[in-house]
């Protein structure tokens, strides 16, 4: 079940109201949430709940040992020392085993074993290494970094480890983010599951209004997209013009922004209606001027993520990768690549990035250098053109390499980034008329104002709607969901998300 | 864990949601309303469900079973002495889907036994399946996979499959429609998807006669064109051979009606190929299996303004014209030994 089906209709307002009716004790709350955490994560598969738990009771022993056995001051050499900070060394390596053993064995080692055959096949070898084809239990991706992230924070002293196993298993498997993140941190979040909870009308009144702006742009505006133009024509791309391929290029970034930050937004929206307030993961990305700016405004949470658990620990060790910035950001987005999928696609889109990177910080270097020798390059960077290229540049960069994201193989990521500059093919979209033209052209405007509102006229505007008397905003709000029940398609697609 | 704490009261944050979820409500119950005196409010169709609360209590001598071309026996029925037939609809139903009502629906109260030993249901006598070739397509082809679940499932049925399977697309259709269920009253919550196509029709009436010559076209090529090719599913023929049997094993007659088509929509070559090889399936099986089998796939009374707007399903007076001219004819078997 996810937040877009009918189901969770039904589950939310079961779950929510009796959230409230529970006595307001943290243990209480959280006992009850647990089990209505685990029913939700049931929903997708009962086989593999038991996972789940399993995975939170191997974590939360290894954490409260190494915070048990860490040793009080790093800097001592003693023998005593060396003992702690080997045991906890290996501890935090059990935990490193066991994570990303699981990650590996669910998610990749189909991917691997096809790999090695097809390249012993390349050296005319026989292929000998079976092909498992293992279900891919929901959330394992975000839930894995949760935990390595709690742990590590444990190991290197940011946190304590949590003393109370009901409160760690909370904070796992909250339903809200146990299928697609946020990736949350055990320092901010489980300070919040240790007390009770309570909600004040003005914190309901900012949860539903967030959970009713990311359904509509889950259920409306990604699905329209990917209905009415992504879909058609990414299938069969050779029908359709060289407008309407980059048409579709643009709808799918449109979509998937839209499928990740809608789902994103109702996780805080559901959270916050139980008093849980989980780190914004989007914010508008489409604003950015670089593809530093892009990756803090785009899955915020798992860039910083990579960038603290593998960038910063990396190139700030003592061994080989200290100072290599350019290898660690390749890294990073290596490891992004492979977190989003098991697939070449994914690989190289990683790669992709991580190139973009380098060359966008190898560019920053470069032109410090240029505003230390005349100061006119600071006042050049100032300019609207300047700001207009760099937008440009990052976003035409993003949406380009969402090609290797979205087509599966080689063949027709040729035929379709050969689409994108010529095409026999003359449809624009698959089925014209006024109900797709209608559709696509709600959701550019939906777009097009969210990103408006980062604008200081357009935010005064934004911050009106908000002094309205209660009644007037209730019309609109009465307004959104007829239009909704009117509009939305009938068959909604599954979050993309959810399957990384 | 820390104690309990009390949030803070805030009288006019409440108050001021509760302002906001009304007149939100509001506008939802005006734009019903509105859509109400455009959108015609058409009456629920009969389901399963009505089909088996009705045998469930009565005593009939006849079970009607069949996809939605079974709703043209209401007249029928009403026909027929009181209490003597009970029709059961499963829109969008196959042969697949009929076994599976027959087995999980319809089986407990047929087999339904008295403490005594003695048969609850101990008049009825035939069961009468109404089919169309459509009936022999598989169900990826027909897309009807769906209906099951949403019109045929009881709660049991959703709550085993999704211990089983967890919640999938085909389960969902369960909770759909009874969301549906709950929401009836509401035209808003009823039709939604199809509200825009409804408003536009409602407010630009679409030409009738073009649209049913579109359909025509259409159903000439649903029915002549491939899909002969795939009437032939084993699944399918295994689930008309385990309807046959269970009706011998309870020691009932079976009648195989094949139910009339728009005769406009049958082109020759449809008549030699789709239907032909339909027919002579069904009678084939009928002189194995010694049950009957009336075809009434051509021939019948039915015309052009006898059927709805989709070319497959027929009109209140139409199903009046069907009923009157069956009953005198092929279908006279369905009165009682006396009244024929």
Redesign the interface.
Known sequence: MSFSDIEFAFFLPLVLLTFWCVPRRAAAQNLFLLGASYLFYATWSLTLLPLLVASTLVDYALARYIDTHRPANRSEDTPAVRSARRRVRVALAASLVWNLGLLCWFKYVGFFATALNELLGLFGLASALPVLELALPVGISYYTLIKLGYVFDVYLGRAKACRNLLTFATFVAFFPQIVAGPIVRGRDLLPQYEKPRSVTPAALRAAALLFLVGYVRKAYVSDVLALNLVNPIFAQPEQYSVLAHWAALLGFAGQVYCDFAGYSEMAIGCAAFFGVALPVNFDRPFLSRSLFEFWRRWHITLNQWLFDYIYNLLTTSRGWFRGRLDVGLMLVFLASGLWHGAAWGFVIWGVLHGVGLVINRRWDVFYRGLCRKDRVWVKRRKTRSYAVAAWALTQIFFVLTLLPFRVPGWEPLVVFTTGLVSSAGQALVEVPGLTTYFGLACCALFLGAEHLLAFEPFRRLGATFFRLPAPARGLVYGLVVVFLVVFLPPAGGAFIYARF | ????????E?P???R??A??????????VA?ELAVRRVVPDEPPIPEVADGVADLEAGNPELLILGSSHARSFYAVVDRLEPGRAVVVPAEGGTFQVFDWILQHRLSPLIEARTPAGAKVRDRLERLVLVTTYWDMCPAEYAHFEGNLPARSWTFDHYAAD??RD??DPLN?NF??AR?KQIFGFSL??RE?????TA?REALQPPDRDARFEHRIAVRRDEIEGVEYDVCWDPAGRAAFDAIVDYTQAQGLELTVVLFPLLPATITPKAQATTLARYAEWVKQRAATEGFQVVDMTLGGPLERDDFELDCDHVTPAGNERFAEWALGGPLRILHAEGAR
Not at chain 2, 1 to 8: G, I, V
Not at chain 2, 19 to 28: F, K, Y
Request: glycine share 8%; aromatic share 4%; no cysteine.
């Open positions: 864990m820390a104690e309990e704490q009390t949030p803070p805030d006019r944050g409440w001021e949601i302002t906001l979820v009304a007149v939100a409500l509001a506008v939802v734009a999704v211990l967890g919640m969902r909770v759909q969301f808003l919550a939604r998807g199809e509200l825009p408003l």
